[in-house]
Nanobody, 124 residues
Framework: QVQLVESGGGLVQAGGSLRLSCAASGSIISINDMGWYRQAPGKRRELVATATSGSSTNYADSVKGRFTISRDNVKNTVYLQMNSLKPEDTAVYYC??????????????????WGQGTQVTISS
């Protein structure tokens, strides 16, 4: 399978910045979409940002102009630069990726993987 490992969460004051990273590993052939969701306590998981293999990006309205998603397709890594952070950005952030990998003797298998989550806390 394909594993995703996140890093970069933490505690910052409102108005500060954080950069999240998520690296995919395994016998990856290609990655289609990569991105980030978040889940705050007592709330549903919500989409934050996505980046396709064709470099198209999409953002939740609540983060437009403040967050920037980017990908390094050589490193199979997706980043989320978060600026002008607000207390309402506090959540566990999960990265995801989907695409194709080699599964043993199978030439092509589809994967849809999630990271373990990283806590982002913004103090007021």
């Amino acid at each position: 399978q394909v594993q995703l490992v996140e890093s970069g969460g933490g505690l910052v004051q409102a108005g500060g910045s954080l950069r999240l990273s998520c690296a995919a590993s395994g016998s990856i052939i290609s990655i289609n979409d990569m991105g980030w969701y978040r889940q705050a306590p007592g709330k549903r998981r919500e989409l934050v940002a996505t980046a396709t293999s064709g470099s198209s990006t999409n953002y939740a309205d609540s983060v437009k102009g403040r967050f920037t998603i980017s990908r390094d397709n050589v490193k199979n890594t997706v980043y989320l630069q978060m600026n002008s952070l607000k207390p309402e950005d506090t959540a566990v952030y999960y990265c995801f990726a989907n695409g194709y990998y080699r599964d043993g003797k199978l030439p092509l298998s589809y994967f849809d993987s999630w990271g373990q989550g990283t806590q982002v806390t913004i103090s007021s």
